[in-house]
């Protein structure tokens, strides 16, 4: 299997969604980030399974979150390009590919 590694702005945005979960319930942040662990173990045992969404890119629906884990699959690594919340701001994160 191939590696997964995060984006730096990525792992900012799995930060501060996580920081906010848990402002609004105690524990709730850990929850979240314990489905972004699932997504991307997920994710690395079978990257194709997931739908194409945009140019190069594939995406994940997060379980109990209205979050998206956004990817590619590189030649020697699977990046996480956005943890992206499913209805705020879509395609801002093109950049970072």
């Not at 609004?24 to 194709?48: H, N, S, V, W, Y």
């Not at 140019?55 to 699977?78: A, G, M, N, S, W």
Request: aromatic residues 12%; glycine residues 6%.
């Amino acid at each position: 299997m191939k590696p997964v590694e995060f984006h730096p702005e990525a792992a900012t945005e799995l930060d501060a969604a996580a920081g906010y979960y848990d402002r609004q319930m105690p524990g709730l942040g850990a929850d979240f980030r314990k489905e972004i662990e699932l997504a991307t173990q997920k994710i690395q045992a079978a990257p194709l399974h997931w739908s194409p969404y945009s140019k190069h890119t594939r995406r994940f629906l997060v379980r109990r979150f209205p979050y998206l884990v956004i990817f590619q699959e590189l030649t020697d690594e699977i990046l996480i390009v956005a943890i992206a919340h499913g209805s705020r701001r879509p395609g801002y994160w093109q950049r970072r590919i």
